[in-house]
C-alpha cells in the first residue's frame, strides 16, 4: 500500500493528488474509527443490538424506496408485485425494532451457515488448485472461516448476544487502522 501512495508524489495517480492535502483528515477519520471499535469491543452486547438496529433502518429505507419504485412502474403491471415487497420490507424493519435480540439470534444463526458453507468451499475450491497454484492458503483460510462458523453455530444462541458486536468492533478497528495508514502515507507523499 505504501508504495501505491508513494507513486502519489510521481504522478503515478492524479486522481488521488487532492487527497494529500486532506491526509490529516483521513487520519482523524481513522482514529474515530479505531475509537468506535474500541467502544464496540468494550460493550459487545450493546454493539450487537446497535448493529441490529442498522439492519433494521436499512430494511425501512429498502422498503420506502420500493414503494416509491412501484409508483413509479405502475404502468409495468408489477404495481402489486413491487408494492408487496415494499411493505414486507417496512414491516420487517418494525420487527427488527420490536425484538432486536431474536433478530441478532437469527442474523447470527444465518451467519454461522454462510461461514460453514464458505469455508466448505473454499477447502474444496483450494484442494482442486493444487496444480501449480499457491492452494494452502485458499485451505488454511477455508479450515478458519469453518472453524468460525462451527464455533458461532456450537455457541448459537447464546452466540447472538456477542458475535454481531465482535464483528462489528473488529472491523471498525481494522477499517480505522487502514484509513490511518491512508492518511499517513498520503503525508509522506507530500512533495517537499
Do not use: C
Not at 13 to 24: D, H, I, V, Y
Amino acid at each position: 500500500m505504501s508504495d501505491t501512495i508513494s507513486g502519489l508524489g510521481r504522478g503515478t495517480f492524479p486522481g488521488l493528488a487532492p487527497l494529500r492535502g486532506k491526509w490529516g483528515w483521513i487520519v482523524a477519520l481513522g482514529v474515530v474509527y479505531v475509537i468506535a471499535g474500541a467502544i464496540a469491543l468494550g460493550s459487545i452486547v450493546s454493539a450487537t443490538v446497535v448493529s441490529v438496529f442498522v439492519v433494521g433502518i436499512m430494511m425501512i429505507v429498502a422498503g420506502v424506496a420500493e414503494v416509491i419504485n412501484a409508483f413509479q412502474v405502475k404502468a409495468w403491471g408489477w404495481f402489486l408485485f413491487w408494492l408487496s415487497l415494499g411493505i414486507l420490507y417496512i414491516v420487517g424493519g418494525f420487527l427488527v425494532f420490536q425484538n432486536p435480540l431474536l433478530t441478532a439470534a437469527g442474523l447470527t444463526l444465518l451467519l454461522g451457515v454462510v461461514l460453514v458453507i464458505s469455508g466448505l468451499v473454499r477447502i474444496f475450491l483450494g484442494f482442486t488448485m493444487k496444480q501449480g497454484t499457491p492452494w494452502g492458503g485458499v485451505v488454511l483460510s477455508g479450515v478458519i472461516t469453518l472453524l468460525l462458523g462451527g464455533i458461532i453455530l456450537l455457541h448459537w444462541p447464546v452466540s447472538s448476544l456477542w458475535t454481531l458486536g465482535i464483528f462489528l468492533g473488529v472491523d471498525l478497528v481494522f477499517a480505522g487502522a487502514s484509513w490511518i495508514g491512508v492518511g499517513l502515507g498520503l503525508r509522506r507523499a507530500i512533495p517537499a
